[in-house]
């Protein structure tokens, strides 16, 4: 079955860096849209970014843009999020989400993703 376990989550001082990673199995890597959404607490959750490992298209929410970089390693099977510039507003539960059938349009939205992560915590202070 899709297992997704994110990790790498932490406190970090603003302006720092953080990287996350997923380490996924259960289905076909190397041709999923993946992504990343976060969510901050009584906030909606947020697409922060998708890219389709089949191709290496991506895309990101303005609010990451230029500070984010999402990226994979097929061989591993493992989605990463390279997080710099992290701003106080950043801090969030992070979850990596995988879907067959999503589309990279614009920020991921959460119901094109049926495979989710149990998060890792991000705070930036």
């Known amino acids: 079955h899709v297992q997704l376990v994110e990790s790498g989550g932490g406190l970090v001082q603003p302006g720092g860096p953080l990287r996350l990673s997923c380490a996924t199995s259960?289905?076909?890597?190397?041709?999923?849209?993946m992504s990343w959404f976060r969510q901050a607490p009584g906030m909606a959750r947020e697409g922060v970014a998708v890219?389709?490992?089949?191709?290496?298209?991506?895309n990101y929410a303005d609010s990451v843009k230029g500070r984010f970089a999402i990226s994979h390693d097929r061989a591993k099977k493992t989605l990463y999020i390279q997080m710099n510039s992290l701003k106080p507003d950043d801090t969030a539960m992070y979850y990596c989400?995988?879907?067959?059938?999503?589309?990279?349009?614009?920020?991921?939205?959460?119901?094109?993703?049926?495979?989710w992560g149990q998060g890792t915590q991000v705070t930036v202070s």
């Open positions: 259960g289905f076909t890597f190397s041709s999923y849209y």
């Open positions: 890219v389709y490992t089949g191709g290496g298209d991506t």
């Open positions: 989400a995988a879907d067959s059938a999503a589309l990279v349009r614009g920020a991921p939205e959460a119901a094109d993703f049926g495979y």
